[in-house]
T-cell receptor, first 111, second 113 residues
Framework: DAKTTQPPSMDCAEGRAANLPCNHS???????VYWYRQIHSQGPQYIIH???NNETNEMASLIITEDRKSSTLILPHATLRDTAVYYC????????????FGTGTLLAVQP | KAGVTQTPRYLIKTRGQQVTLSCSPI?????VSWYQQTPGQGLQFLFE???????NKGNFPGRFSGRQFSNSRSEMNVSTLELGDSALYLC????????????FGPGTRLLVL
């Protein structure tokens, strides 16, 4: 599985867009990019995933560069409830649901 | 639809004891995975079950074991508890066996004294 690199922490003002970067320069062609987040002391929550194309759902948008070596998770209008640790994961293809979590980015949304 | 449930939510044990944690997946989900979360090591994969078969195992000692029942409910057991086993144990379920979105439960917080 490809290693992902994320900044340890970021701040964002409430109501503004939060852009969380992730580097996955060794990602292989069959690896998806998944984003999960974990609000303090809760179980991780799925946000979004993608392979090549940009994706959007009701929670966020995922922008993947054309060479697939990096991606950005965008929370369009951050709220205080979005304060959490965000994990970017490159999940290998094949017969497994195993997730390899890195250290993630602690996003602090400021009022 | 009800989410993933884990019981108990909190547990205190002493060194040398054993513990069994339970996980009930979302209805219809057949894959269950377990993770351990500690401040020092972060979230680490323990094992994964699908249709009562262990499909994948993380790098944990044999004291950690699990099983899955025909109704997809899963249990994990830790024998001969050590202080370092104090952690949040998380269960996740998914519909099928590969590359599926994982839905996590709230976890069981285990404290070993």
């Amino acid at each position: 599985d490809a290693k992902t690199t994320q900044p340890p922490s970021m701040d964002c003002a409430e109501g503004r867009a939060a852009n969380l970067p992730c580097n996955h320069s060794t990602i292989s062609g069959n690896e998806y990019v998944y984003w999960y987040r974990q609000i303090h002391s809760q179980g991780p929550q799925y946000i979004i995933h993608g392979l090549k194309n940009n994706e959007t759902n009701e929670m966020a948008s995922l922008i993947i560069t054309e060479d697939r070596k990096s991606s950005t998770l965008i929370l369009p209008h951050a709220t205080l409830r979005d304060t959490a640790v965000y994990y970017c994961i490159a999940q290998a293809g094949g017969a497994t649901n195993k997730l390899i979590f890195g250290t993630g980015t602690l996003l602090a949304v400021q009022p | 639809k009800a989410g993933v449930t884990q019981t108990p939510r909190y547990l205190i044990k002493t060194r040398g004891q054993q513990v069994t944690l339970s996980c009930s997946p979302i209805s219809g989900h057949r894959s269950v995975s377990w993770y351990q979360q500690t401040p020092g090591q972060g979230l680490q994969f323990l094992f994964e079950y699908f249709s009562e078969t262990q499909r994948n195992k993380g790098n944990f000692p044999g004291r950690f074991s699990g099983r899955q029942f025909s109704n997809s409910r899963s249990e994990m057991n830790v024998s001969t508890l050590e202080l370092g086993d104090s952690a949040l144990y998380l269960c996740a379920s998914s519909l099928r066996w590969a590359l599926e979105t994982q839905y996590f439960g709230p976890g069981t917080r285990l404290l070993v004294l």
